[in-house]
């Protein structure tokens, strides 16, 4: 039978390692409000804060916080529903001994809506005909010209694709830096009855591919499964995204590598302009995380992958 060990260094991560729970209510759906439910967890507002237009409230605790069972609880009692995320959090230390980062965007702003469907090429030769995995971009990034907003004031940000866009003065930190399997794509704006005009940002894209993920990974499911094992994985909300790795799969590691795993939405018809794809994560060294981390650059999550020898 075959066993596999995981690594010391891995190991003294996970025990540093702390998971936080993020409850999200609608403030409206809690009779008398939410601070009837708040004041009884003993949440204030250290832990609970609501939106700028208070229709509703985030509650982040630690995994092991006595008030968490408390709050689910009376919010069971009350019938009131929730959203729950869970996320793994991490030192700096824990960052930087990392042999990789998977790189998460987020920003209340969303991803800007970029892709097939606004006019970015792409060649379908060695992709999945059936969901699309694999396509290989062929020309600039284009993105909605309409929400150019989303943008707007960042150093760097994803397309609704996953995509990673950086302005470019981070471009040139990046290509100075001397980090490996970078290369860049200029971005366009394409505007209805207008055309489409360049902006002064740079597609991030990674030229090496990971092998497949090891199957101790959690936090990753198939929603749809396709033929080709490689695409529609999601991230549920409730699992911490934890991605593994054997010790061997990192022999090869760029700077900045991609998934062999494509997630999201999947909608293709074989009419790769009329499609919804899926896309790779990005998995980056710690360099990577400094550069944008030195620049300002804000909005994203890194998380650790974590390596077995198997």
């Known amino acids: 039978m075959r066993s596999s060990r995981i690594l010391e260094s891995d190991l003294a991560r996970r025990r540093d390692m702390r998971t936080e729970v993020e409850i999200t209510v609608i403030n409206d759906r809690i009779p008398g409000g939410p601070e009837t439910v708040l004041g009884l967890a003993k949440c204030g507002p250290d832990v609970a804060v609501a939106d700028e237009g208070d229709y509703w409230t985030d509650i982040t605790l630690d995994?092991?916080?006595?008030?968490?069972?408390?709050?689910?609880?009376?919010?069971?009692?009350?019938?009131?529903?929730?959203?729950?995320?869970?996320?793994?959090?991490?030192?700096d230390e824990e960052l930087e001994s990392a042999r990789?980062?998977?790189?998460?965007?987020?920003?209340?702003?969303?991803?800007?809506?970029?892709?097939?469907?606004?006019?970015?090429?792409?060649?379908?030769?060695?992709?999945?005909?059936r969901c699309g995995a694999g396509a290989r971009q062929t020309s600039a990034m284009v993105v909605d010209g309409q929400e150019l907003h989303v943008i707007e004031g960042r150093r760097a940000a994803a397309t609704c694709y996953n995509d990673m866009l950086v302005d470019e003065k981070l471009a040139g930190a990046?290509?100075?830096?001397?980090?490996?399997?970078?290369?860049?794509?200029?971005?366009?704006?394409?505007?209805?009855?207008?055309?489409?005009?360049?902006?002064?940002?740079?597609?991030?894209?990674a030229t090496h591919t990971m092998?497949?993920?090891?199957?101790?990974?959690?936090?990753?499911?198939?929603?749809?499964?396709?033929?080709?094992?490689?695409?529609?994985?999601?991230?549920?909300?409730?699992?911490?995204?934890?991605?593994?790795?054997?010790?061997?799969?990192?022999?090869?590691?760029?700077?900045?590598?991609?998934?062999?795993?494509?997630?999201?939405?999947?909608?293709?018809n074989g009419d790769v302009y009329d499609s919804v794809l899926p896309f790779p994560l990005f998995l980056v060294t710690p360099k990577i995380r400094r550069i944008f981390r030195d620049a300002g650059a804000t909005g994203f999550d890194w998380i650790p992958i974590r390596v077995v020898d198997e």
């Open 100 to 129: 990789l980062l998977a790189m998460e965007y987020f920003s209340p702003a969303g991803s800007i809506f970029a892709g097939p469907r606004v006019g970015t090429k792409y060649d379908m030769g060695k992709a999945c005909m």
């Open 211 to 268: 092998p497949p993920m090891s199957p101790r990974s959690t936090g990753i499911e198939p929603y749809k499964p396709c033929t080709c094992r490689r695409s529609s994985f999601t991230t549920p909300r409730e699992i911490p995204t934890r991605l593994v790795y054997r010790a061997s799969d990192l022999a090869d590691i760029r700077d900045v590598n991609v998934t062999w795993e494509w997630f999201g939405e999947v909608n293709f």
């Open 174 to 205: 990046l290509a100075q830096s001397g980090a490996t399997g970078i290369t860049f794509r200029g971005v366009f704006a394409a505007f209805e009855g207008r055309g489409h005009f360049q902006l002064p940002w740079r597609q991030l894209c």
């Open 63 to 91: 995994e092991k916080d006595e008030r968490l069972p408390l709050l689910l609880s009376l919010l069971k009692e009350r019938g009131i529903t929730w959203i729950e995320r869970r996320r793994d959090r991490f030192t």
